[in-house]
Antibody
Framework: EVQVAESGGGLVQPGGSLRLSCTASGFTFSSYAMHWVRQAPGRGLEYVSGITRNGGATYYADSVKGRFTVSRDNLKNTLYLQMGSLRPEDVAVYYC?????????????WGQGTRVAVSS | DIQMTQSPTSLPASVGDRVTITCRASQIINKYLNWYQQKPGKAPKLLIYGASTLQIGVPSRFSGSVSGTYFTLTISSLQPDDFATYYCQQSHSFPRTFGRGTKVEIK
């Protein structure tokens, strides 16, 4: 069974850092691009960041560019999101997402999310 | 970045209604448009990819279509389990952007 599970969320002060992890199982992790999507309380879905299968290319939303870094360890089947210079507007549930390709790209498996809170 | 304009924001409806949600891309994205359903406190669920291909296990009352840069999600006969928020998302280029969502609620 395909599963992705996020961890590492929590409360951090403004300007602080946090690293999220996403552990994958039930599929060949190195064969899939992976992404992070977030959802602020009461708001819609926002694309955050993504990384190709071998980590050779990364992508970021303008809102996090220069502050967040996505990476992966294919030997550990784990995706990471290093978050820095955190702001109140980064408060959200962060989802780890697998991207499938079957003539089109789409997010087919989502984790349950991990909450990030930013407050002094 | 590609902007996705989704409408309406809220859609009051009754069981049995035919429901249509629209999403427009700010530039040509061919058929690279996906639809997701999200219920409160849950992760989104993929319904349709490539504008019109139904994900495995999704009921056939859901369908998608495209005309130029306009995409439509249709629920042919709304069921109680379908009251949720729906999002479109383009997968033509990075960053993968979402529409703002349409909440289908009980009329």
């Amino acid at each position: 069974e395909v599963q992705v599970a996020e961890s590492g969320g929590g409360l951090v002060q403004p300007g602080g850092s946090l690293r999220l992890s996403c552990t994958a199982s039930g599929f060949t992790f190195s064969s899939y691009a992976m992404h992070w999507v977030r959802q602020a309380p009461g708001r819609g879905l926002e694309y955050v960041s993504g990384i190709t299968r071998n980590g050779g290319a990364t992508y970021y939303a303008d809102s996090v560019k220069g502050r967040f870094t996505v990476s992966r360890d294919n030997l550990k089947n784990t995706l990471y999101l290093q978050m820095g210079s955190l702001r109140p507007e980064d408060v959200a549930v962060y989802y780890c997402v697998r991207e499938e390709y079957n003539w089109a790209y789409y997010f087919d498996y989502w984790g349950q999310g991990t909450r990030v809170a930013v407050s002094s | 970045d590609i902007q996705m304009t989704q409408s309406p924001t809220s859609l009051p409806a009754s069981v049995g209604d035919r429901v249509t949600i629209t999403c427009r891309a700010s530039q040509i994205i061919n058929k690279y448009l996906n639809w997701y359903q999200q219920k409160p406190g849950k992760a989104p669920k993929l319904l349709i990819y490539g504008a019109s291909t139904l994900q495995i296990g999704v009921p056939s009352r859901f369908s998608g279509s495209v005309s130029g840069t306009y995409f439509t999600l249709t629920i042919s006969s709304l069921q109680p389990d379908d009251f949720a928020t729906y999002y479109c998302q383009q997968s033509h280029s990075f960053p993968r952007t979402f529409g703002r969502g349409t909440k289908v609620e009980i009329k």
